[in-house]
């Protein structure tokens, strides 16, 4: 193995250097930097129009940095398009659950891993040895995740057919089908009632235990992240005001001010 090699190995599973992102005239994120490391289970936090989901949308390559540097692994993402940011090994959720409803719940899973088909146009049309294998491969482990996740008997269920709280878990079962380094939860527990948030504590959780990943979430609900984060990063206007340790930040002044107001304060 080479230095290079030993030095990216090594390299925290995120890191990100003195980032800002602007959108004309409006500061979205100012001076963002955060080192995330294997196995890590963080949280990032902040009121409404903090910049948190930007922030999102530049570590998955939505967006590209006005300054400012994204490591994943030690690889620098920019100027890489999404689906070269997921073959580093980069998979996320969204605010707004995205499945394709004019799939089944299985076909979701197996479309999700089409960058590590190896196989191109031509063996699709001739039905080469090689595609057969892949695809019998890649439906095999889409069958295995859905068992995982207690989900083989909606396979062949479309997405929109599901209660709500059954396709934020298809949602995490399909990003975690690209084996990835780096999970990231938009907002995972939106729209979930009392007993789904438990029961989405105990998934998280368990992927944390289950599944080798570093995972970082954005939550509103503030239970959620102090049960499961063992660090938490705080945004306001798209500066950092506070991070530290789950008690920490909820006793931060400026925590509370941001969230509640200088008046109630």
């Known amino acids: 193995m080479t230095k290079t090699q030993t030095k990216i190995s090594d390299a925290p599973v995120l890191e990100i250097r003195n980032l800002n992102?602007?959108?004309?005239?409006?500061?979205?994120?100012?001076?963002?930097?955060?080192?995330?490391?294997?196995?890590?289970?963080?949280?990032?936090?902040?009121?409404?129009?903090?910049?948190?989901?930007?922030?999102?949308?530049?570590?998955?390559?939505?967006?590209?940095?006005?300054?400012?540097?994204?490591?994943?692994?030690?690889?620098?993402?920019?100027?890489?398009?999404?689906?070269?940011?997921t073959a580093l090994g980069v998979a996320r959720t969204f605010q707004n659950i995205r499945l394709w409803n004019d799939m089944t719940v299985l076909d979701n899973i197996r479309v999700a891993q089409h960058y590590r088909l190896g196989y191109g146009f031509f063996h699709s049309i001739a039905r080469s040895r090689h595609y057969v294998q892949r695809e019998a491969e890649i439906a095999q482990e889409a069958a295995e995740l859905l068992e995982i996740f207690d989900l083989q008997r909606?396979?062949?269920?479309?997405?929109?057919?599901?209660?709500?709280?059954?396709?934020?878990?298809?949602e995490i079962a399909r990003a975690l089908s690209i084996h990835p380094q780096l999970l990231l939860l938009d907002e995972p527990a939106a729209g979930l009632n009392s007993s789904d948030i438990q029961e989405l504590i105990r998934l998280i959780r368990w992927i944390h235990t289950k599944f080798d990943v570093c995972i970082w979430m954005i939550e509103h609900h503030m239970d959620v992240m102090?049960?499961?984060?063992?660090?938490?990063?705080?945004?306001?206007?798209?500066?950092?005001?506070?991070?530290?340790?789950p008690e920490k930040v909820r006793n931060d002044p400026a925590v509370m001010t941001a969230y509640l107001g200088d008046d109630v304060i």
């Open 226 to 245: 102090m049960e499961l984060c063992t660090q938490i990063k705080v945004i306001d206007f798209g500066q950092t005001i506070a991070e530290g340790v």
């Open 154 to 170: 909606y396979a062949n269920e479309t997405p929109g057919n599901l209660p709500y709280g059954t396709q934020r878990k298809l």
């Open 21 to 85: 992102q602007r959108f004309g005239g409006l500061t979205a994120v100012a001076d963002f930097n955060v080192r995330l490391q294997k196995n890590e289970l963080s949280g990032l936090i902040g009121p409404n129009g903090a910049g948190k989901t930007t922030i999102f949308n530049l570590v998955s390559g939505f967006y590209q940095p006005s300054e400012g540097e994204i490591f994943v692994a030690g690889q620098p993402t920019a100027g890489l398009k999404p689906h070269k940011i």
